[in-house]
């Protein structure tokens, strides 16, 4: 009796408060992140891809960046590809209405999406879920962290710890967007610290973030994480850039 009323108020929730395509806005099956026209639109990430940071590869384990780095992120995952050159298109979309038009109700879809994703290395154990921060003034002026956001649900479904705070932001980047990929390393090293010395010492961490455009402010977070002791840092994101302008000057 009781699990038929669940299901009678949970459809008048549905007629009165749909779920929308997170792209364009039409109402969707509850479950669904997008709609059928944006989802084949859309490019879900899998292999053959570097072992390491996700990046589509054609042939070979590992990117070329990736052999020459330092190993500081031990594996990199993203749900769907962030197109570039094409204007409109659907994960920039959902992406934008989450980050900046408050539609956190997209929040737990796009985790879901991520939750596929997961770096495969954390089959080992329960891992320390980490969002990257906003910088306190961008959190006033937002008044969210759409990674945290993330973070928290990702965190929920796998029952993994999670410390939002673990991570700060020290100083406030100027945006990146029109930034090269080395000037958008410079922009963002040494902007994150761990708040409280010796928090992430010894631990496996989950790194959450919206997206991954030149690897940049992962690589910034990460290196924090890495001073202060964490053993190994793996990062998940929604999006991933996959296009060599974002990615080359490293
Ligand atoms: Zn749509
Ligand atoms: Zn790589």
Avoid at 50 to 56: D, H, I, K, V
Avoid at 163 to 179: E, G
Wanted: glycine share 6%; aromatic share 6%; proline share 6%.
């Amino acid at each position: 009796m009781r699990s038929a009323i669940r299901r009678v108020a949970s459809a008048a929730l549905d007629a009165l408060c749909p779920e929308r395509c997170a792209a364009c806005g039409v109402v969707v099956a509850t479950h669904d992140l997008f709609c059928h026209a944006c989802r084949d639109a859309v490019n879900v990430l899998g292999p053959p891809e570097c072992e390491r940071c996700g990046r589509p590869l054609a042939v070979g384990a590992a990117c070329a960046p990736c052999v020459l780095e330092d190993g500081a992120i031990r594996q990199a995952r993203a749900f769907a590809r962030y197109e570039t050159g094409v204007v409109g298109h659907p994960v920039a979309r959902a992406l934008h209405a989450f980050k900046y038009a408050g539609t956190w109700r997209f929040a737990a879809r796009l985790a879901a999406a991520m939750l596929t994703r997961v770096p495969a290395t954390q089959a080992a154990g329960a891992p320390l879920v980490v969002p990257v921060p906003l910088h306190p003034a961008r959190l006033r002026a937002r008044g969210y962290n759409q990674s945290a956001m993330l973070a928290r649900h990702i965190a929920r479904a796998r029952r993994w710890p999670i410390v939002l705070t673990l991570l700060v932001r020290t100083r406030d980047t100027p945006s990146q967007t029109a930034l090269t990929a080395a000037a958008r390393r410079a922009n963002v090293a040494d902007a994150f610290a761990v708040r409280h010395p010796g928090a992430a010492r010894e631990r496996a961490i989950l790194l959450v973030d919206d997206v991954w455009t030149s690897g940049a402010t992962a690589h910034a977070a990460v290196a924090a994480l890495r001073r202060d002791g964490a053993r190994v840092v793996d990062v998940l994101t929604f999006a991933r850039v996959a296009d060599p302008r974002y990615e080359t000057g490293t």
